[in-house]
């Protein structure tokens, strides 16, 4: 990957996936992170909830002030919706290099058990349905992220963080010989090949 474009990098994966561990063990080589959770908790530490809609809103303003910065960023998102892939096309088409770490768990059931855990140790609580809802959106848009990304890094952190996978521009280089069973649809896209 060139060196000199900035990179847009991006932390997706289901509420509870381990998305915040892994970006903090990056953050001195990622530049600023967006973390829409993290705003929504200096809005309204008491009901970060309750500031959903104002996080989310400042997250957008400030992902495209930083795609016109032409400086290095990262962002977290449970990749749900179709804003990101929108936002990575336009960061792609401004000059930056988009590099995602997808990270997933062996089900549905584990995110929400690992929300739940966050939730008693005092972190921030996720709807069951909302979680429910975000798994399956967040694999179907990973698919067409696939063809956005410069490079894909997919990690199954079922129990402890492994390298699952890499696609870069769109070819599969690496691909471990356990593949979860959460991953087989995007790494499908691969086999036909």
Same mark, same amino acid.
């Given at each position: 990957?060139?060196?000199? +474009? ?45 500031? =959903? ?7 957008? +303003? ?31 088409? +401004? ?11 062996? =089900? ?41 990304? =410069? ?32 991953? +087989?649809?995007?790494? =499908? ?5």
């Amino acid at each position: 990957m060139n060196n000199n +474009k900035p990179v847009m990098t991006i932390f997706a994966g289901t509420n509870g996936a381990g998305k915040s561990t892994i970006s903090l063990q990056m953050r001195e080589f990622i530049g600023e992170v967006v973390d829409p959770d993290q705003i929504a908790m200096r809005l309204n530490s008491e009901d970060p909830r309750s500031a =959903d809609l104002s996080a989310g809103k400042e997250a957008i +303003k400030r992902i495209r002030a930083l795609i016109h910065s032409n400086n290095h960023f990262a962002v977290e998102t449970t990749l749900s919706g179709t804003f990101f892939l929108r936002h990575m096309q336009l960061a792609k088409e +401004k000059g930056y290099a988009i590099v995602m770490y997808y990270i997933g768990l062996q =089900d549905v059931q584990m995110h929400i058990d690992r929300v739940a855990s966050r939730v008693e140790q005092g972190g921030h609580w996720i709807a069951e349905e909302d979680i429910r809802w975000r798994y399956g959106q967040s694999l179907q848009n990973l698919k067409p992220a696939v063809s956005i990304a =410069d490079q894909l890094i997919i990690i199954d952190n079922t129990f402890e963080p492994t390298i699952i996978a890499e696609i870069r521009q769109n070819q599969l280089i690496y691909q471990t010989n356990q593949i979860p069973s959460w991953s +087989k649809s995007v790494l =499908d896209l691969f086999r036909s090949r």
